[in-house]
Each structure stands twice: as structure tokens, then as C-alpha cells.
């Protein structure tokens, strides 16, 4: 493996000197933490012959619209039905949130893993699966009455089909969240990719309009983009936190 002593002492010294950082949170973290990434090559290749469909299609706003009995399935099993314990990581950057050094958190995982940890400031551009709502009354319902509900999740009041809080295939971000993920990355002083790579659409959009020399990616993966990060480091952010702060 290549010496990486160098980068993770200029990255501590770094950190050392910021007020104004912002990690944004990619499906790395999610990974560590025990889930998995329904979009990796050969999970795809998995859920296309479990499913006869891209997990795209299964996840789409078109599919939940018109099979909804079979969205839920596929919902309740592959993205609420794995064990997932947020990994140390999660704890360090707690420590680094609670010294005032970090401005915003962003992530792209709809997993609750930033709050179960106590992380605060965290924009979710993807949504929550906590965040069930009846589309009609608009109460909210947890992850547990979701994942426990026989075929599609009612509500226990109007009987209206509940709405999982993630955003699908095909919908928009929230603009509003939008604008403040690209002004929070635009002040930033420093940038923490974590678990992602240069190539992810959050990275590009939250990226775009900084002006600064200081995008520090941590990822496991090697990944073509990585030249557009200023500093590099390859191993499980896990492993690499505690070294850098
Ligand atoms: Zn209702």
C-alpha cells in the first residue's frame, strides 16, 4: 500500500486551522455502518434477477405509483430491512462537530444513521425513511409501523397509503435544500468527501461553486475522478478520521 502518512498530517493541519467546514456524506459511510449499496454492480445484478427490474425502476416515483404493493415489498425488504449500527466514523465527526470547527453536514443516504449517532445540521437532500407521512392527514408514522405493516402501509386513521419519506426516482430535490447545501459548500473553508467519489452528483453540485484548494476526499475506492480533489486519501473513512483530527 502507498504511504499516506504525508496527506493525513497536512489534512490534520488543515482541519487544525478551519471554522467553516462541511462533510458532505456519501454511501460509504452507509457501507461501513453495515448496509449496502443497492446500486453497486453486483447488488444490481442481484436485485435484477431477484426482481426482474434495475433497483432504478423499483425505486422510481412511476413504479411506486403504479405498483405499490410491490414497491413496498421490495422497500420493506432491501432498503429497511438490513441491521445497520452507525460506525465510528459517525462518532468522530461528532467530537469534530462539538469543538465548532464543522458549518454543515450534507448527505446524500436516507438511512437515519447521522441522528441515531447525534450529529445535528445535517441537510438530507435525499430525505429520511423515518420521515412517514399520510399524503391525506398528514400524520407521521415510524420506520418500525412501515416496516411492520402487512402489504402496503395504511394510515391507521384515514386509510390512506403512507408516503416513505425518501425522495424516488424521477421527483426533484427540494430546491430550498439545494441552495443551502451549494452556499453552505461555497463558504466553506474546507470540504470533507467522505465515502464517495469526485464523480457523485452531490459532489459535483455541492462543489460547484467553491473556490477554495481544499476538497479533502477520503473514500476506499480509487475512482478516475480522484485528481479533482485537492487531497486524496484511500482507506475506510473509519480508519482514517481519528488520524486527521
Ligand atoms: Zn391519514
Known amino acids: 500500500m502507498i504511504d499516506q502518512s504525508g496527506t493525513i498530517a497536512k489534512v490534520k493541519e488543515m482541519i487544525g486551522e478551519s471554522s467553516h ?87 446524500q443516504n436516507y438511512f437515519d444513521l447521522h441522528s441515531e449517532a447525534g450529529l445535528k445540521d445535517v441537510i438530507e437532500l435525499y430525505g429520511n425513511v423515518k420521515n412517514n407521512i399520510c399524503p391525506r392527514c398528514g400524520k407521521a408514522f415510524s420506520v418500525e409501523y412501515v416496516k411492520n405493516a402487512k402489504g402496503v402501509p395504511l394510515c391507521d386513521e384515514c386509510k390512506s397509503g403512507i408516503r416513505p419519506g425518501i425522495m424516488l426516482f424521477g421527483e426533484k430535490i427540494n430546491n430550498d435544500l439545494m441552495t443551502e447545501a451549494v452556499n453552505a459548500c461555497e463558504k466553506a473553508d474546507l470540504i470533507l468527501v467522505l465515502g464517495t467519489n469526485m464523480y457523485d452528483n452531490m459532489v459535483k453540485f455541492c462543489t460547484g461553486n467553491y473556490k477554495g484548494d481544499r476538497v479533502v476526499l477520503i473514500t476506499k475506492e480509487e475512482h478516475y475522478t480522484d485528481r479533482f480533489a485537492d487531497y486524496v486519501i484511500h482507506d475506510e473513512v473509519s480508519n482514517v478520521l481519528p488520524l486527521v483530527m
Open 21 to 107: 467546514i462541511v462533510v458532505l456524506l456519501g454511501i460509504g459511510t452507509v457501507i461501513e455502518s453495515g448496509g449496502e449499496n443497492i446500486w453497486s454492480s453486483r447488488e444490481c445484478y442481484r436485485i435484477e434477477e431477484l426482481y426482474h427490474k434495475s433497483p432504478d425502476e423499483m425505486m422510481s416515483v412511476g413504479y411506486y405509483s403504479a405498483r405499490r404493493d410491490k414497491f413496498f415489498d421490495f422497500y420493506k425488504r432491501e432498503i429497511l430491512g438490513r441491521e445497520m449500527k452507525p460506525a465510528s466514523l459517525f462518532k468522530d465527526l461528532r467530537r469534530l462537530q462539538k469543538t465548532g470547527r464543522i458549518r454543515k453536514m450534507i448527505t
